[in-house]
């Protein structure tokens, strides 16, 4: 399974509920206001780490940059459209909204 | 008597158009020449941020887009001190100069307007 995450951590709860849920492993992407996870320096890094702990975690590189996000916390991987394409064609998506 | 009108930003740009449409909203609300206090708490600091680059989505940079409300008289920005820090930011990260104010104060800003439009 491929989560996907849109929404931002700190007004919603979706990542913190997906962690809950996601097997070991499978793989999350941030995309949309979601990439607000991926913020290094945010209080909500302790969810991001928590994410990176147990799967690979990918955030849309576009969305990064419209959001000025800049410093991304490491260990996830910025993913550009193609990337994004390439995960959709090797897992089942689950739009974790 | 004008009437003092809140525009309360609490989402982050470009995910809904929250953030957008309360742009527009000022911009036309100020030429009407009210008095009009800017607020961004929660995810709405984000709204304010330098360096945002959404060319890729098609879009415009909504951060870049405050400054040029003085035009229509709109320069009174008060951000929120807490949702600043817990996002790792400052109000230099922001693009215009915005008052810092704790939980306290931006209390009573919203209860001096007569009107608060959130977004």
Same mark, same amino acid.
């Given at each position: 399974?491929?989560?996907?995450?849109?929404?931002?951590?700190?007004?919603?709860?979706?990542?913190?509920?997906?962690?809950?849920?996601?097997?070991?492993? !499978?793989?999350?992407?941030?995309?949309? !206001?979601?990439?607000?996870?991926?913020?290094?320096?945010?209080?909500?890094?302790?969810?991001? &780490? &928590?994410?990176?702990? &147990?799967?690979?975690?990918?955030?849309?590189?576009? !969305?990064?940059?419209?959001?000025?996000?800049?410093?991304?916390?490491?260990?996830?991987?910025?993913?550009?459209? !193609?990337?994004?394409?390439?995960?959709?064609?090797?897992?089942?998506?689950?739009?974790?909204? | 008597?004008?009437?003092?009108?809140?525009?309360?930003?609490?989402?982050?740009?470009?995910?809904?158009?929250?953030?957008?449409?309360?742009?527009?909203?000022?911009?036309?609300?100020?030429?009407?020449?009210?008095?009009?206090?800017?607020?961004?708490?929660?995810?709405?600091?984000?709204?304010?941020?330098?360096?945002?680059?959404?060319?890729? %989505?098609?879009?415009?940079?909504?951060?870049?887009?405050?400054?040029?409300?003085?035009?229509?008289?709109?320069?009174?920005?008060?951000?929120?001190?807490?949702?600043?820090?817990?996002?790792?930011?400052?109000?230099?990260?922001?693009?215009?100069?915005?008052?810092?104010?704790?939980?306290?104060? %931006?209390?009573?800003?919203?209860?001096?307007?007569?009107?608060?439009?959130?977004?």
């Amino acid at each position: 399974m491929l989560y996907t995450v849109n929404a931002s951590p700190t007004s919603s709860r979706s990542l913190e509920s997906l962690l809950r849920v996601a097997a070991k492993g !499978d793989p999350i992407l941030l995309l949309e !206001d979601g990439v607000h996870a991926a913020r290094a320096g945010a209080a909500t890094e302790k969810l991001a &780490a &928590a994410a990176l702990a &147990a799967h690979p975690v990918y955030a849309l590189g576009p !969305d990064l940059k419209a959001r000025a996000i800049e410093r991304v916390i490491e260990g996830i991987r910025v993913i550009g459209y !193609d990337g994004f394409v390439e995960l959709v064609e090797q897992h089942t998506v689950v739009p974790w909204v | 008597m004008s009437a003092r009108v809140a525009f309360l930003m609490r989402h982050s740009p470009y995910g809904t158009v929250y953030p957008a449409e309360g742009f527009r909203a000022m911009m036309g609300t100020g030429v009407f020449e009210m008095d009009i206090v800017v607020v961004f708490v929660d995810d709405g600091v984000y709204a304010a941020l330098k360096g945002q680059k959404p060319e890729e %989505l098609d879009m415009k940079p909504l951060g870049d887009g405050f400054p040029s409300l003085a035009d229509v008289g709109v320069k009174e920005f008060y951000v929120h001190g807490e949702s600043l820090a817990e996002r790792g930011l400052s109000a230099g990260d922001l693009t215009v100069d915005a008052a810092v104010v704790d939980s306290a104060r %931006l209390a009573e800003v919203l209860a001096g307007c007569s009107a608060v439009l959130p977004f």
